[in-house]
């Protein structure tokens, strides 16, 4: 049974950074995808970042790129996302994603929330 436990949210100023981490379990971690996603109040969950099994490519959504960096540690089965330059748009509760392959990300983590206030 594949577990994704995520860490790591608080409360943070703007401008602030904060790391998420994302342990892994049930499975062979270095064999998948990892990804992070936020849903906001009111809002449908959006894809936030992901990494390849390897950890050799990474994908940004447009608000990412620039402040957010994914990145993992298969010894370790745990998954990161730094973020930096918080915005208050970036409040949201953060869930960490696998998936089998080249499919829907069909593993989620229970979430940890971020607040960013101005």
């Known amino acids: 049974q594949v577990q994704l436990v995520e860490s790591g949210g608080g409360l943070v100023q703007a401008g602030g950074s904060l790391r998420l981490s994302c342990v892994a379990s049930?499975?062979?971690?270095?064999?998948?995808?990892m990804g992070w996603f936020r849903q906001a109040p009111g809002e449908e969950r959006e894809f936030v970042a992901s990494?390849?099994?390897?950890?050799?490519?990474?994908y940004y959504a447009d608000s990412a790129k620039g402040r957010f960096t994914i990145s993992r540690n298969n010894a370790e089965n745990t998954v990161y996302l730094q973020m930096s330059s918080l915005k208050p748009e970036d409040t949201a509760v953060y869930y960490c994603?696998?998936?089998?392959?080249?499919?829907?990300?069909?593993?989620w983590g229970q979430g940890t929330q971020v607040t960013v206030s101005s």
């Open positions: 994603a696998s998936r089998d392959g080249p499919t829907a990300w069909n593993y």
């Open positions: 049930g499975r062979t971690f270095s064999k998948y995808p």
């Open positions: 990494i390849t099994s390897t950890g050799g490519n990474t």
